[in-house]
């Protein structure tokens, strides 16, 4: 799990095998798996509240990674609502939102994973992947 400083391109969606765990199913960690779309290996990560991820705003902040409209346009983020803004400008279920990169453990190829993680409604806790993409640095 890394945070990505360089620009990228975001090639393709590659599908996860969950993608919402809530309240005791995430417990300690939630295991993202998901098959590398160039060798098919099974790759599985696993996400542990409050101390995976890095800040989605690290990404598009001066585009410096990847533009809003690439985010938006690949359907990783949606725009969040106007009284819940203070989570920042992109989210994922207008909840706090996250990144990481990661290689797939056979190949290497090189993959994006989005989620967010955050209570919902008093008693309902969710952690959302939006997805998993394969991307290339510019």
């Not at 990505?4 to 393709?12: A, C, D, M, V």
């Not at 300690?28 to 890095?54: D, L, Q, R």
């Not at 346009?73 to 909840?95: A, C, M, P, W, Y």
């Not at 992947?129 to 991307?135: A, F, L, T």
Request: glycine content about 6%.
């Amino acid at each position: 799990m890394y945070s990505i400083s360089k620009k990228i391109f975001i090639e393709k969606q590659v599908s996860v095998a969950k993608n919402t765990f809530s309240n005791a199913e995430i417990g300690n960690s939630a295991e993202v798996k998901f098959k590398c779309c160039n060798c098919g290996h099974e790759n599985i990560v696993k996400i542990t509240p409050y101390e995976s991820g890095f800040p989605i705003f690290q990404l598009y902040n001066n585009e410096k990674v990847l533009a809003k409209n690439e985010l938006l346009k690949n359907k990783i983020v949606s725009e969040t609502s106007i009284n819940l803004l203070h989570f920042g400008e992109l989210t994922v279920n207008d909840l706090p939102t996250l990144y990481f990169g990661t290689d797939c453990s056979s190949c290497h190829s090189k993959y994006i994973c989005v989620f967010s993680y955050g209570e919902k409604q008093p008693g309902l806790t969710l952690l959302t992947i939006s997805g998993v993409w394969k991307y290339n640095e510019i």
